[in-house]
């Protein structure tokens, strides 16, 4: 390489330090804070009866509530819908569209038209 082809940057005199290396002692890094008669920083601590009580109950105790409140968010919105009067809303499916209720508990079901069957497609009356 000639000295035209050189990286700029490279001439520039600013080194940029990384993380993961370690350099010369004459740099100003320190290897570990001064002592002091502050305890040692515990990283782990075995899990205790409590603790694991506690770790169940978010993981499983807690979606489960969450799932219920959604759901009665849901059932909640949907009557609020359908006491309003908002478009398409619907208390019961289409299916039970034929059934009418006169009473607590007493419906009238509508009969079902009897099928045509061979004598009647068949008659040439």
């Known amino acids: 390489m000639s000295s035209e082809e050189t990286n700029p940057l490279a001439e520039s005199g600013v080194t940029m330090h990384s993380d993961s290396e ?4 004459g740099e100003d890094i320190s290897t570990s804070p001064p002592s002091s008669s502050s305890p040692p920083m515990v990283l782990y601590k075995p899990p205790t009866v409590w603790s694991m009580l506690r770790g169940a109950a978010i993981n499983l105790l807690l979606p489960f ?38 009473g607590p508990g007493i419906e009238i079901r509508d009969r079902p038209k009897p099928r045509p069957d061979l004598r009647d497609l068949a008659s040439l009356e």
């Open 22 to 25: 370690q350099y010369s002692a």
């Open 65 to 102: 509530i969450n799932g219920m409140m959604l759901g009665f968010g849901e059932l909640f919105a949907h009557e609020a819908a359908f006491r309003l009067g908002w478009g398409g809303t619907r208390v019961f499916p289409l299916s039970r569209q034929r059934v009418h209720p006169i």
